[in-house]
């Protein structure tokens, strides 16, 4: 059974405990910064394991010194559901250990 969409004020309920976490295009997004290529190529590969144990996966872009991840929930329609939040909440906590900010 897919997840159910969340209301827009539910988003952004959700959205205030996620600094730098937006709700742009039906999905919520953010962009870190990180140091060096390496560490950001470092924090994609790290995110991608999580993705995987979650079997749910954002669109996820590396720039030279960026990374930006955008979600929403496919099977409920592209709305944003409990699992996006709980992808963008795995990914807030583990972002700080590769210097992303």
Do not use: C
Not at 6 to 20: H, N, T
Request: net charge negative; no cysteine.
């Amino acid at each position: 059974m897919p997840s159910q969409p969340l209301s827009q004020k539910e988003i952004e309920d959700r959205l205030r405990e996620l600094p730098g976490w937006a709700f742009e295009d039906d999905r919520i997004v953010r962009t870190y910064r990180l140091g060096t290529h390496f560490a950001a190529s470092a924090l994609v590969a790290h995110i991608a394991t999580v993705q995987d144990e979650l079997n749910h996966h954002s669109d996820l872009t590396l720039g030279y010194n960026t990374v930006r991840l955008a979600v929403n929930t496919h099977s409920a329609g592209d709305a944003v559901t409990e699992a996006d939040f709980a992808l963008a909440q795995r990914v807030q906590d583990l972002a700080p250990a590769h210097g992303a900010s």
